[in-house]
């Protein structure tokens, strides 16, 4: 740890990620008991619900130990983008989550059963919302302390899940009050829906990094900052700019083009100056740069006055601004 307080993000990680298995198992064994006494199909969609929540957790405990895996020989971009994949499997395990429990819902709809002892339902459903939120919380801040896809994606799917629990709690309140019970297969299905957009979301996500989406565009004008407060060291234009993520890492590449007269020690030492104000606005991103004479600057790559021009070269990651 450094300085004996903060661990390193590998143990965050997977710290959080253990959370998450710990507190699902212990809500699905509520949540079955809980659904078997009152015979409530919304009870027993939110257990369900939570083994999905379970089975996504442990595939992100997985995947963020292998994601901080080092290069290898056949990797030698690193592992990171495992946590994409751990992402979108989450996202389809929420969609087929919420397909079973609206099948269930509709069923219980059609055939409608008695409901018995939803006093017992309701505090264990009033418990799991709390649960929930309290650890979605703790894993949504190191989600972000970390930038990890899959530990976002499940702190998502964690804050969901309370949701529809909330919603799960006002049905059983009213089927208490009313005696109605096809308001409980009503809310089953609503909860459905609220899973299907969820996992929908997640899925786009983190389809988007596994298709080398470029980054944001406030990403990509940060790196153009960084570009700008090295003019002064001999830089006259830059083209070529590409961007991408993989899990929390993000890899920028772009060709920097360097007055007539420049050293080759001195564009190399500009060079790593440039690296380190990405790698500072973007969070260590990894930065690769080719370095070009100032007769390879085309028109539009020039560096002029307060502003950058780019060329907006075919691939990911180009964009123009006029000075």
Known sequence: MAG?????????????????????SALILLKVI???????????????????????????????????????????YGHEKIENVAAAIEGILILV?????????IRRLLNPSHLSSLSFGIVVVAVSIVVNLVVS???GRDARTTDSPALGADAAHLRTDAFSSAAVLVGLTLVKVTGETWIDSVVALG??????????RIL??????????????????????????????????????????AGSRRYVDLHVQFRAG????????TAHELQDLIGLRL????????????????PGDELAGGGVTSWPAAGRGRSHRSA
């Open 4 to 24: 004996g307080l903060t661990p390193p993000e590998p143990v965050v990680k997977q710290r959080a990620a253990a959370l998450s298995i710990v507190s699902n």
């Open 34 to 76: 809980a659904g078997t006494i009152t015979g409530s199909v919304a009870i027993l969609t939110e257990a369900v619900h939570s083994s999905v929540d379970l089975v996504a957790s442990i595939v992100a405990f997985v995947s963020v130990r292998k994601a901080d895996e080092p290069a290898d020989e056949d990797h030698r």
């Open 97 to 105: 989550g919420s397909a079973a429990i609206a099948f269930e819902a």
């Open 137 to 139: 919380g703790i894993i």
């Open 191 to 200: 909860v459905a829906a609220v899973i299907l957009v969820a996992g929908v």
């Open 204 to 245: 786009r996500g983190s389809s988007s990094v596994l298709v080398d989406h470029a980054l944001p565009p406030e990403e990509v004008e940060e790196i153009r900052r960084a570009i700008e407060a090295v003019r002064p060291e001999g830089v006259v234009g830059y083209h070529e700019l590409r961007t991408r993520r």
């Open 262 to 269: 420049t050293t080759l020690e001195d564009a190399h030492r």
């Open 283 to 298: 969070r260590g991103a990894d930065v690769l740069i080719h370095l070009e004479p100032e007769d390879r600057v085309r």
